[in-house]
């Protein structure tokens, strides 16, 4: 298969929720893609065209940087699936769905698959409160696992150095896309409505983001790679995703965002997600004290 492999996985996903029904004849698909926001509220049309759904792939255990992804007879591959908020109340029949996606298969020919084990995690809920801003800084490393898309992709590509390196995201650019991300997923799959308007909303956020401003770029070894998905059938192009891979490192972070970090490791951010894009992992760089000489 010559496609980024999250495609895979949720076009296949996506056929098979047609599939399964729940208890009144609904189809699972029917679920992920009914906007659950009334047509009153301040984010409805704006959402309407497209909006998060509450279900995500990581796939970044599976071996997504070879050019092509090759199924190897009697080995095991791993991907984890992620439900948001409200949507774990049809947990039986996204597993349903996965079954139903394993037994019809990937590729060209097409492969079946034997669904080994399912491993389920405890819930992990959000921990972040308003805070008072604190003075207290570290050092953060961000590993890209997948590519990471936080601006549009344009379609007219330059040739200068600033067309290549103004994608470079800033730790505030990363962290705006983590809050907005965050606060619309809260207002879709919990009973958190949010704020009472958009301005409210902006506002909130904006005074949240204050302190990330003070956050420098220390070191950038990134990589800008790009993926096709699978294409429908009959089409001759395919969606083009892009993003960078690799590591960032950001001094004088402000230590309150990092419930936020470490909460939107399960999330995901930027462009693509349900394609499987925008994994990353935080940790946090300890400075070493210098060891006194025992000699003199």
């Not at 919990?190 to 990330?212: F, H």
């Not at 490192?249 to 939107?264: D, I, K, M, N, S």
């Amino acid at each position: 298969m010559k496609f980024w492999i999250g495609a895979v996985l949720r076009n296949r996903f996506l056929y098979a929720a047609d599939q399964v029904l729940d208890e009144q004849g609904l189809s699972l698909r029917r679920h992920i893609d009914t906007l659950p926001l009334p047509q009153d509220h301040f984010l409805y049309k704006q959402l309407q065209g497209g909006f998060p759904k509450g279900f995500l792939f990581d796939c970044s255990t599976l071996p997504y940087e070879a050019p092509g992804f090759t199924l190897e007879e009697n080995w095991i591959y791993t991907f984890s699936l992620v439900l948001i908020g409200n949507m774990v109340v049809h947990k039986q029949l996204f597993i349903e769905a996965l079954r139903v996606m394993l037994q019809a298969g990937f590729g060209h020919p097409i492969v079946p698959l034997t669904l080994v084990d399912i491993v389920e995690t405890p819930p992990q809920s959000c921990p972040i409160v308003p805070c008072e801003s604190s003075d207290a800084v570290t050092t953060l490393e961000l590993l890209l696992k997948t590519p990471v898309c936080l601006f549009p992709v344009s379609k007219k590509e330059g040739n200068g150095f600033q067309s290549k390196m103004n994608g470079i995201p800033s730790f505030c650019q990363f962290m705006r896309s983590l809050a907005y991300r965050l606060v619309t997923l809260s207002i879709l799959y919990t009973s958190n409505w949010g704020p009472l308007d958009k301005e409210q909303m902006d506002r909130q956020i904006d005074q949240y983001l204050q302190s990330s401003e003070q956050a420098l770029l220390l070191r950038a070894d990134l990589r800008w790679e790009k993926r096709r998905n699978t294409p429908k059938k009959g089409a001759n192009v395919a969606y083009i995703m892009g993003g960078y891979t690799g590591r960032l490192v950001f001094g004088q972070v402000p230590t309150h965002y990092l419930p936020l970090l470490a909460f939107a490791e399960a999330l995901g951010v930027g462009a693509d997600i349900s394609y499987g894009l925008g994994s990353f992992l935080i940790r946090k760089i300890e400075r070493r004290r210098n060891r006194p000489d025992r000699s003199s």
